[in-house]
C-alpha cells in the first residue's frame, strides 16, 4: 500500500524523502514538549509509515534548539490537558496517551532514526531511547529528568534506556536526573554517532539511505530478530531466525541481490 503523507499535522512536520520518512516534532515554543495532539499526529504517522510500500526508514527530529523537552511544564503545574485529574484518572490517561507512543515505536517494524538536534529530557530522552539508532551534535544531550520533578518514567523510560546503556548507567541516569552530554553519551551507546552541526542533516540522511538500499523485508526482519534476540535465549531466537531465514530466501528482493551481485549493478528491491 503506498501512503500520501500530508507535509504537515498538528505539532508534526512530514516529508518525504526517497524512501526515508522525516518527521519532525513542531512544537518549538515549548522545545517540543509533548502534547495530546502530538501524540495522535506521531501515532497515526508511525501507522501510516507501518503500511506505506515505500517507507524503509524513518527519521525522527525536533524544530528549533532542541530534540525534546518532555512534557509540558506550565501544563504540569496548572494539572492541565494530560496532567489533569485525580490518581487514578491520571492511570488511565498515561495508558492511553503517552503510553501509545512507547507501544507505537516498539511495534514499528522499521528502522528509526533518531536526529538529536539539541536536549532530550525526560520523555523527551525516553523517545529518542525509543528510537533504533541515534544521531547528534556537540549540542546534543540526554536528561533523564524525572527524579527532578518528583515523578518516574511514566511513558516506558525504565524499558528503553537500560537496553542501551545498561543497567548500573540507567539506574544513576534515572536517580540523579544529571545532564549527559554528547561525548559522555557517545562513549555509553546513547549515540551512534556527533557530527558537526552543520553536518547534522546531511549526515543523518546518508545514516538512512544506507539502511533504505538494503532489502526492505530482510531489513525490517532483522529489526524484529535483534528485539526477540535481546530478550530471549538462544533457543526461541534461532526457532524465529530459521522461519525469517526461510521467508527471506524466497522473497524477490533476495534474488535481485543474487542478480544484482552477478551482474555488477545496483538491486532494484520491491518489498516482496
Known sequence: MKIHFPTSKPQLSLHKDEHVLWITLNHPETSNSITYEMISSLTSTLHEAELDIETRVVVLSGEGKNFCSGGDLQNMMNREEMFHGESNELRIRYEQ??????????????????????AAAGAGCDLACMCDLRIGTSESKFIESFVKLGLVPGDGGTFFLQRIVGYAKALEMSLTGRAIQADEAEKIGLLNKIVDKSMLKDETQKLARMIAQNAPIAVQMTKRAMKVSYRHDLNVSLDLLAAYQGITQRTHDHSESLNAMNEKRLPEYQAK
Not at 496517551?97 to 539539541?118: C, D, H, L, T, Y
Request: net charge positive.
Open 97 to 118: 496517551g503517552i503510553q501509545q507512543i512507547s507501544r507505537s515505536m516498539e511495534a514499528f517494524s522499521k528502522p528509526i532514526i533518531a536526529m538529536v538536534n539539541g
